[in-house]
């Protein structure tokens, strides 16, 4: 049992019958209260993000997460389809509501963990940073601005990020999957 003094940030606990990450844990003292953490969980099943506080004195279980690693084959009809990586003939499908927006960074035959809790597998975690080649880049422009200027490429994938004026189609740039942001060009 995890108490209320050891949740913090990376912590897994199952609350309601269902798995959470905790993503931001901050205390916060009131006047003559009693304190209470102030919370952002993540739903390990559907992907959803909860403010929650907790009370001294709360108990929760402790989940106990697998993470292995799987290849993403293919997407047809909101349907993505993984296999093991050790085992390619043990395949898998999720939704797209349970994938939910990991879908824009999803490179075929590219490799993420799998998020298993009790040997079923429910759900997938991206790595943070993922190298993705630019298919479509409209010519920049300059013009007078006080700031470097930005322009929105599509990647590999489908997904549309911003990017600096220089990334021309064809190169290869690094992507942070949480914020969905243009990191660097890889050379």
């Known amino acids: 049992m995890i108490s ?30 009693s304190s ?3 919370a ?17 004195g709360e108990e929760f279980e402790e ?12 997407s047809h009809r909101d349907k993505f389809v993984f296999c093991d990586e050790q085992k390619p003939s043990l395949r ?7 994938i939910g927006e990991n879908n824009r960074f999803l490179k075929t035959n590219g490799t993420v ?5 009790d040997g079923k597998i429910i759900n997938i ?7 993705l080649k630019v298919t479509e880049s409209p010519p920049g422009t300059k013009g007078d601005r006080s700031q470097a200027g930005n322009k929105q490429v599509i990647l590999e994938t489908g997904a549309k990020i911003n990017a600096p004026l220089f990334i021309k189609e064809g190169d290869i740039v690094e992507v942070n999957t949480e914020t969905g942001e243009y990191v660097r060009r890889i050379e």
């Open 113 to 117: 963990d799998s998020i298993e809790l």
């Open 92 to 98: 898998f499908e999720f939704s797209k509501e349970i």
């Open 63 to 74: 989940a106990e997460i697998i993470k292995t690693k799987i290849k993403f084959l293919y």
């Open 4 to 33: 209320y003094s050891g949740l913090r940030r990376g912590i897994k606990i199952i609350m309601d019958g269902q798995p959470y990450e905790i993503l931001e844990a901050s205390p916060m003292f009131k006047g003559r209260g």
């Open 125 to 131: 975690s991206l790595p943070v940073k993922v190298n």
């Open 40 to 56: 952002k969980i993540k739903n390990l099943i559907n992907g959803n993000v909860l403010s929650r506080n907790f009370r001294p």
């Open 36 to 38: 209470v953490l102030q």
